[in-house]
């Protein structure tokens, strides 16, 4: 139990640290001066249409969690929804190991809506799945109409991953969307029986999860200049692979990977530009929302508190009587 304690934390650690090194290799001659121009250089629009992407994605988020209590035909509050969505995704983006800090968040907020923690662990599962799927279809669709993508990270990216590789993921969530509409039976795991998903919810993460992903990477795209920027689809491909980068590194906000990926994917531009770029995107998707996550932490906690105090001497009399 020591050990799994202290693992992530160390991974991400040590991931930070490799990626900090790599970064300056690849920085060193980049001053305050030149990132500085390069963010004066971000047009009002411009800082406005990336705003307006922020609101997109988290909005999107939102539907995240909809999806998967329409697949557990639980119904809340859409308000609730989007508040404990917000929350979650702003909190799990910047802390790092965001299926386990985001599960927190979700336990403390749907139990108090009646979910059991099985519930909860489905609409987790059911989450992190509408991500996936959102990220391989989006991937699939940039290699199909852009595959020269891979060769701008022949390091990372196997170099057999071509349009054709993006037609068999196409295949294969074809193949997911099908089995929806064919019922099949619940895989019973001891007492917990789990439903395969009907089309009412395959659908919409079809939907929901390109969205969300098109909003957090027309952040960087429009806070990006026109000069040597290769067009919305490869800067939407350079970022699903940094974000995945930075997802499966485990470290606080992909704290140094996705600047580091980011570079690779954009060996033409600017560095100073594309810098700036991403930390207008920590700012509209990360530190701002961080801040007022923990704003609604304070505030509900504070509330069930006192619920929970208020509560206590009706009990008592309960028992009593």
């Not at 059991?116 to 989006?138: K, M, N, R, Y």
């Amino acid at each position: 139990m020591a050990l799994k304690k202290y693992l992530w934390p160390a991974i991400g650690a040590l991931t930070i640290a490799v990626s900090a090194w790599l970064l300056y290799k690849e920085l060193r001659g980049l001053s305050l001066d030149d990132l500085g121009q390069s963010l004066e250089a971000i047009t009002p629009g411009n800082w406005v249409l990336a705003g307006l992407s922020t609101l997109v994605a988290y909005a999107a988020l939102a539907g995240y969690d909809r999806i998967a209590l329409m697949h557990l035909g639980k119904k809340v509050d859409w308000w609730f929804i989007s508040i404990c969505s917000f929350t979650t995704y702003a909190l799990s983006h910047n802390v790092g190991a965001s299926v386990v800090s985001g599960a927190v968040v979700r336990y403390r907020a749907y139990s108090s809506k009646g979910l059991t923690p099985a519930e909860i662990g489905v609409l987790i599962a059911v989450c992190s799945f509408t991500f996936l799927l959102g990220t391989l279809l989006l991937a699939a669709l940039v290699l199909i109409i852009e595959p020269e993508l891979v060769e701008r990270f022949a390091d990372v990216v196997p170099m057999e991953a071509t349009a054709g590789t993006g037609f068999f993921l196409l295949f294969l969530i074809a193949l997911y969307v099908g089995a929806s509409f064919l019922k099949l039976r619940p895989l019973k795991l001891g007492k917990i029986n789990i439903f395969y998903p009907s089309p009412r919810v395959v659908l919409p993460q079809l939907i929901i999860a390109p969205i969300e992903l098109i909003g957090a990477a027309g952040i960087i795209y429009f806070a990006l200049p026109e000069a040597g920027n290769p067009g919305f689809l490869m800067i939407l491909g350079i970022f699903l692979v940094s974000f995945s980068a930075a997802l499966i590194s485990h470290a606080p906000g992909g704290l140094g990977i996705l600047e580091l990926v980011f570079l690779m994917g954009l060996p033409d531009m600017n560095q100073a530009d594309v810098i700036a770029a991403l930390l207008v995107f920590r700012l509209f998707y990360l530190l701002i929302p961080f801040v007022m996550a923990l704003v609604v932490i304070v505030v509900f906690e504070r509330s069930r508190f006192r619920s929970e105090t208020l509560a206590e001497p009706e009990q008592q009399k309960l028992e009593n009587s």
